[in-house]
């Protein structure tokens, strides 16, 4: 292969912009026309797009619009290159590679690979093409980007130069608006008041339909004398556009258009003359039958009204006295609260004293007057009412006590709590054990049938149930409160204080049905639990375990990778960071395990299978280490000290550290456990040191049933009776955990069931929002969306489409996602499904997710998104310093 093969895959490039120019140019031109728009830019007429990015008074913000059109025009055109090199194949690039002094290793290197390493060699000359479209793309008229395209502009476009008649719609517009202020002025005048709001007025909509009707109207041989006429005009002796405009305005065409439209405008304004007639002779006819009674039909018209106060007030006036008027409010008031009161089921008298304010604003709309009603004092006291006749007093939850005892298994990491309890549940006839992880709870199940125990897996996103099954592993929100058994084995019990799902584990601690109930927790949640249990007057003793291993603090710095030992785990707090710290090492050759929160549970079990067999030598892992997992670590290594938690990054808590730093020094494997800090070396051997705060209170649940007792269907009013319900906790343990994450689903939910024109009760609506996942997640969100309108339109759920063949993490990750939620959907709904077919697709995608982390996790290097260089993982900024200074200086150059 030659240097012309370089020539020919620009050749290739070029043609296919070619092929493909018309989508490029939409995608730009909607990113310009976008760009505009929200920084509410109006240029005058006749500038090019080069005019505003060059204009740095005009267009000033963070982006330059230039650079973002560029890389627009960088991305189309790496898309279309990499479609020229996968024609000509793998190894036809390999080998020009090499000639072009490419080291050997491109022989190994896969497709996306070799993409990279040809845009880099063709860099120069795609740069050129890239500098030319961008001034091509600069070059349009921007007039043409931010309006819409009308007939009148159809007809601009058929001339020589069509920039030069914009005039034409500028004069016309302001034509119109003329009129529309005499015609608002004749209205006055006839009818003392201004026009009727929002429904006839001569708004843009109706400007534009006359604008529309003044061409649409003429036949085509009046646009071609009207074509003909401007380019004659000006070709020759006029000089100006205002000259050309009224040249044209003295031709007869114009003057038969003029008349077009002055026939239209006087139809409208028959019309409205008809309409505000008809308003106010219906306003009058419901005025004198409210003498006597107010019907709901009454109130919906009054509330269609009520868009027209200015016209219905003014008016009035010439018939009746103030006092006349504002006796009719009041009535209004009183009925609309006389079918609140029946709406809302409950009796509260409205103080006439607070209408005043109303009144002399005339009446607001139903929804309005609705919202002050259900925020008043009254009935607040109702709805306080109600909430202690519909959540269930915190000792209801309590399942019968006799013969129940509970032990408390209390202290630090490696002390064998979990190891005593377990041993216990195995030697029980029937027995539970809850988990705070489906990994976790998948482990026990295997334990347990390992010993020969016909055990059943239930999870939210999956049941395993076999045949006289004697026992249970579970995630705890799984939990079996109907069945009586032996033993039950609850884990990580000081979850009990997380907002989010410590109810779970108050509903498991209070409600099981066990003869034998072992509680597994952290030092600091030891008093409370025992403060729940004798509030609930359960018997109980509390166990003490020490840890078996000393842990060590190591005060000397780290260097990394150079002090890397066999058997560290390093500890960083995100997906992205795992994998460029895992990359980094495989590159330099560490054998590597990762772990992260959002990996399947199969292949997190895989990762953390090599890693205990000794296949790999370093653990890198996020704070999920910290949560049930023995692993062989010797040392933990803590890269970070702070974390984003959702909502900021914040630095560690002392229970996190902890809980993490435990890991080290496992029992039987090592003697000792070491802890070591990259960053914020004092800060986490302080927080590693400092007692953990205890637990003051728990959350309640809430069940399905007590939903369902609730009279109203607005989450508002169960949000306020809920939170009015905590005011009746203040002598417990516990506390109402927030509703923020179903505020946000029901938001989008509701909006969904509108579009669909269905209404559903409020605990229908919330046991949709129950269903766990991340409203953040977009797709996710979208997947469950589709879910519900196939089950409110088909009474089933088709499985989600699935991808388990591609090579990107993140896809294969979020197809595992789609397939938690559709079988937790399923579950929530009681409805059937495929479990083997949805277990088959989970295993073939978590072998996949193992299969790229053993095989191609360097791809995961953190590289400058410019030049492709490789970066530290911890590089703050997405390019390297040297694209970073050639960036700004081509900006400011």
């Known amino acids: 292969m030659t240097v012309n093969k370089s020539i020919n895959m620009i050749e290739k490039l070029q043609e296919r912009l070619n092929h493909q120019f018309t989508a490029l140019e939409e995608d730009i031109l909607h990113l310009i026309r976008e760009e505009l728009l929200s920084l509410e830019i109006t240029p ?25 059109c560029e890389e627009k025009i960088q991305a189309f055109l790496y898309e279309l290159l990499a479609d020229c090199v996968k024609e000509l194949g793998m190894d036809e690039v390999r080998t020009y590679l090499i000639t072009q002094g490419w080291p050997d290793e491109v022989e190994e290197m896969d497709m996306e690979d ?43 476009k058929q001339i020589e130069k069509p920039v030069d008649l914009h005039f034409l719609s500028d004069s016309l517009s302001s034509w119109l608006f003329e009129r529309k202020e005499q015609i608002k002025k004749q209205l006055q005048e006839e009818n003392g008041e201004v026009l009727l709001d929002g429904s006839s007025e001569i708004t843009v909509t109706w400007k534009e339909k006359l604008v529309r009707t003044f061409f649409d109207t003429i036949d085509v041989e009046h646009v071609a004398k009207v074509v003909k006429y401007v380019e004659v005009e000006l070709t020759n002796e006029i000089k100006t556009r205002f000259q050309a405009f009224l040249a044209l305005r003295q031709t007869s065409v114009w003057k038969a258009c003029e008349s077009i439209i002055d026939q239209h405008v006087g139809i409208w304004l028959h019309e409205v003359k008809e309409e505000a007639e008809a308003l106010y002779n219906e306003w009058d006819s419901l005025c004198r039958l409210l003498e006597n009674s107010c019907s709901k039909e009454m109130i919906i018209v009054l509330d269609k009204m009520r868009r027209y106060p200015t016209f219905i007030k003014k008016v009035d006036k010439k018939r009746r006295t103030k006092e006349e008027y504002e006796a009719i409010l009041s009535k209004i008031a009183y009925a609309y609260v006389q079918l609140l009161n029946e709406k809302y089921q409950c009796s509260i008298k409205w103080n006439p004293q607070k209408m005043n304010r109303w009144l002399n604003t005339w009446f607001t709309s139903m929804e309005e007057f609705e919202r002050s009603f259900l925020h008043s004092k009254e009935f607040n006291r109702h709805l306080k009412a109600i909430s202690k006749q519909i959540f269930a007093h915190p000792l209801s939850l309590s399942a019968p006590s006799a013969h129940k ?30 988990a705070p992880l489906r990994l976790l709870a998948l482990e026990k199940f295997e334990e347990m049938r390992a010993h020969g125990i016909a055990c059943a897996l239930i999870t939210g996103e999956e049941r395993k149930n076999v045949h006289g099954s004697t026992h249970i592993s579970a995630t705890v929100e799984s939990v079996n409160v109907t069945d ?73 710095s780290f260097s990394f990778p150079k002090d890397l030992q066999k058997g560290d785990a390093l500890i960083v707090f995100s997906k992205k960071k795992v994998l460029h710290v895992a990359a980094l090492l495989v590159k330099q050759g560490y054998s590597v395990s990762v772990l992260y929160g959002s990996m399947p549970p199969e292949t997190r079990r895989k990762q953390v299978g090599q890693f205990r067999k000794g296949l790999t030598d370093i653990l890198v892992a996020t704070d999920a280490i910290g949560m049930g997992m023995n692993l062989p670590i010797r040392r933990v290594i803590f890269m970070e000290s702070e974390k984003f938690d959702g909502k900021a990054v914040r630095t560690l808590k002392a229970e ?97 069931l509108k579009e669909m024109k269905i209404e559903l009760p409020l605990w229908k609506k919330l046991s949709f929002c129950f269903v766990p996942f991340s409203i953040e997640e977009t797709t996710i969100t979208d997947c469950w969306l589709t879910m519900i309108r196939e089950y409110l339109t088909e009474g089933k759920v088709n499985r989600p489409p699935i991808l388990t063949s591609v ?53 995961y290097m953190k590289k400058c998104k410019i030049c492709d260089q490789a970066l530290p993982w911890d590089f703050p900024y997405p390019h390297c310093h040297h694209c970073h200074e050639y960036m700004y200086d081509e900006m400011y150059f």
């Not at 005892?405 to 006839?429: C, E, F, M, W």
């Open 44 to 68: 005058e007429p006749f500038r090019t797009v080069r005019h505003v990015w060059d204009d740095i008074e005009l267009y000033s913000f963070d982006e330059n619009l230039s650079n973002r």
């Open 114 to 156: 070799l993409i990279y390493e040809v845009n880099e060699l063709l860099d120069w000359e795609i740069a050129e093409i890239t500098l030319d479209l961008l001034e091509h793309f600069g070059q349009y008229e921007l007039s043409f980007l931010y309006r819409k395209e009308y007939p009148f502009q159809q007809l601009y």
């Open 405 to 434: 005892k509970y032990i408390v298994h209390v202290g630090p990491t490696n002390s064998g709590k979990t190891y005593d309890s377990i041993q216990r549940l195995l030697q029980a006839k029937t027995g539970m054990y809850l």
């Open 484 to 556: 009586e058994f032996d033993v039950v084995v609850i884990d990580e019990c000081q979850l009990l204080a997380d907002e989010t799902r410590g109810a779970a584990w108050v509903k498991a601690i209070v409600g099981v049905n066990a003869k034998e109930i072992h509680l597994i927790a952290a030092p600091y949640a030891v008093d409370f639990l025992q403060t729940l249990l004798t509030y609930h007057q359960f018997d109980f003793e509390v166990i003490e375990h020490e840890r078996t291993t000393p842990l060590i603090w190591e005060e000397e």
């Open 656 to 752: 996190e550290v902890q809980q993490i730093a435990g890991r080290a020094g496992r029992k039987g494997i090592y003697e000792e456990g070491f802890v070591r800090a990259m960053r914020g070396r004092k800060k986490i051997k302080t927080l590693l040191e400092t007692p953990v705060a205890p637990i003051e209170y728990s959350f309640l649940p809430i069940s399905i049933e007590s939903l369902k007792k609730f009279p109203y269907e607005s989450f508002d009013l169960f949000k306020r009776a809920w939170g009015f319900y905590q005011n009746e906790l203040k002598e417990t343990p516990y506390r109402v955990h927030g509703v923020s994450e179903w505020e946000r689903k029901m938001s989008v939910l509701e909006k969904t």
């Open 807 to 859: 090579d990107a993490i993140d896809e294969l990750e979020n197809s595992y996602k789609k397939l938690m939620l559709y079988t937790s959907f399923a579950y929530s709904q009681s409805l059937s499904f495929n479990e083997e077919e949805v277990f088959v697709l989970k295993e073939e995608i978590s072998e996949k997710i193992f299969e790229v982390l053993s095989k191609h996790l360097i791809r």
